[in-house]
């Protein structure tokens, strides 16, 4: 089946770090690959996305690259602020197979440090 | 981007007791709706899938005689914890689907805590 595999965490930086979040995926087919962020005691949001090889997602300073010769969509960041601090979600999800579904990774938190 | 609403945000309940769980697609019609619950410092676990008009789909282990979904329009799921127990205590969270996109929007999570 499906499944997700992100580095764990905690990960703890200084501000104005460089931050990488590593995340590798098993899935048939093209699946559509997802970074989202949780903040304290909220919901997810929607970081970024990329619906095929060698797309690009980027939002707020992240970015993350769609490797299909890696199974890889790891999420970088040049310079943190310690508004970054959250956990970080990697999903996939194959859209119309798999009943729609968005497989997760573990998540990875991170804290940045003034 | 689009806006999911879930409400309450934190309730407290007694044990035995029942307590339901708003989820709203604000501006826009989701045809469907996921359930997670999420344990401290775990990821999302899917408990089902709930589909405008029809019954729920649970993932294997979710007792769906306790955990109750009804989907009875596009714009409004809800979630109800039947006698609930305090290992039922947990971070629950809902996502909607926009037909034709490939991206589900959160809301913002219910914390409930059973006494």
């Known amino acids: 089946g499906d499944s997700v595999t992100q580095m764990e965490g905690p990960v703890t930086l200084s501000e104005e770090a460089f931050l990488t979040i590593n995340c590798t995926y098993t899935?048939?087919?093209?699946?559509?690959l997802f970074w989202y962020v949780q903040y304290p005691g909220e919901g997810l949001q929607l970081l970024l996305k990329?619906?095929?090889?060698?797309d690009k997602g980027s939002n707020k300073g992240f970015e993350a690259t769609y490797r299909k010769e890696t199974t890889s969509f790891h999420l970088e960041k040049g310079s943190v602020q310690v508004s970054d601090s959250a956990v970080y979600f990697c999903?996939?999800?194959?859209?119309?197979?798999?009943?729609?579904?968005?497989?997760f990774g573990g998540g990875t938190r991170v804290l940045v440090k003034p | 981007g689009a806006v999911v609403s879930q409400h309450p945000s934190w309730v407290i309940c007694k044990s035995g007791t029942s307590v339901k769980i708003e989820c709203r697609s604000l501006?826009?019609?989701?045809?469907?709706m996921f359930w997670y619950r999420q344990f401290p410092k775990q990821s999302l676990m899917l408990m089902a899938t709930?589909?405008?008009?029809?019954?729920?789909?649970?993932e294997q282990g979710v007792e769906k005689d306790k955990f109750l979904i009804n989907h009875a329009s596009l714009t409004l799921s809800t979630l109800t914890v039947t006698s609930a127990h305090p290992e039922d205590s947990s971070f629950y969270i809902c996502?909607?689907?926009?037909?034709?996109?490939?991206?589900?929007?959160f809301g913002q999570g219910t914390r409930l805590t059973v006494v």
């Open positions: 501006d826009f019609q989701a045809t469907t």
């Open positions: 999903a996939l999800n194959r859209f119309k197979a798999a009943g729609n579904k968005l497989t």
């Open positions: 990329a619906t095929k090889a060698d």
């Open positions: 709930s589909n405008e008009g029809s019954k729920a789909t649970y």
């Open positions: 899935a048939t087919g093209y699946p559509s």
């Open positions: 996502s909607a689907r926009l037909q034709g996109l490939t991206e589900a929007f």
